[in-house]
T-cell receptor, first 113, second 112 residues
Framework: ETGVTQTPRHLVMGMTNKKSLKCEQHLGHNAMYWYKQSAKKPLELMFVYSLEERVENNSVPSRFSPECPNSSHLFLHLHTLQPEDSALYLC????????????FGSGTQLSVL | SQQGEEDPQALSIQEGENATMNCSYKTSINNLQWYRQNSGRGLVHLILIRSNEREKHSGRLRVTLDTSKKSSSLLITASRAADTASYFCATDITGGGNKLTFGTGTQLKVEL
């Protein structure tokens, strides 16, 4: 978890709210990821950014909007979410062409009311 | 359908015992990785084994890979209470590490 910082740690929002999750990596990596972790389900890969370009979008609803302004920062903008979107959202980074392992942040526990 | 499935879903052992977790997957892989997650936290990488390797060690961890059976196992020897966590296998089909597919995990509880 060291080297990847996520804020906020907890977020409660109503279905009409707009909020953003932030992720910052201090490891000099060239790829960043958003994963969703729901109870009793496998981690779901949502988005992948490699060299600041989105290279993966796993059919995620448009109410989730990622942004990667540079190689160190990743955002997930949220709007008009549904209660089933409540989950732990994990950011990760890696070095493509390097040792192929992911470094995760501590996650944002999101509750949608 | 998910690529990796861990077995058992939950495991409870006494401190000092060994813990074995298994992972099965469906398609050919470039490498397989094991991660650990403490409750409500992010995942931490433990070990990576490539498709041309059969066994790998790291401290008290031993990972095996059988590509003919499409399965892997993670053995934690001499377990400690601090090993209590969820353990996930993740498969990398393409190599490069930018698209890992995770299983649902094994919840390990090590009791004093």
């Amino acid at each position: 978890e060291t080297g990847v910082t996520q804020t906020p740690r907890h977020l409660v929002m109503g279905m009409t709210n707009k909020k953003s999750l932030k992720c910052e990596q201090h490891l000099g990596h060239n790829a960043m990821y958003w994963y969703k972790q729901s109870a009793k389900k496998p981690l779901e890969l949502m988005f992948v950014y490699s060299l600041e370009e989105r290279v993966e979008n796993n059919s995620v609803p448009s109410r989730f909007s990622p942004e990667c302004p540079n190689s160190s920062h990743l955002f997930l903008h949220l709007h008009t979410l549904q209660p089933e979107d409540s989950a732990l959202y994990l950011c990760a980074s890696s070095q493509i062409g390097g040792d192929e392992k992911l470094f995760f942040g501590s996650g944002t526990q999101l509750s949608v009311l | 359908s998910q690529q990796g499935e861990e077995d058992p879903q939950a495991l409870s052992i006494q401190e000092g015992e060994n813990a074995t977790m298994n992972c099965s997957y469906k398609t050919s892989i470039n490498n397989l990785q094991w991660y650990r997650q403490n409750s409500g936290r992010g995942l931490v990488h433990l070990i990576l084994i490539r498709s041309n390797e059969r066994e790998k060690h790291s401290g008290r961890l031993r990972v095996t890979l059988d590509t003919s059976k499409k399965s892997s196992s993670l053995l934690i020897t001499a377990s400690r209470a601090a090993d209590t966590a969820s353990y996930f296998c993740a498969t990398d089909i393409t190599g490069g590490g930018n698209k890992l597919t995770f299983g649902t995990g094994t919840q390990l509880k090590v009791e004093l």
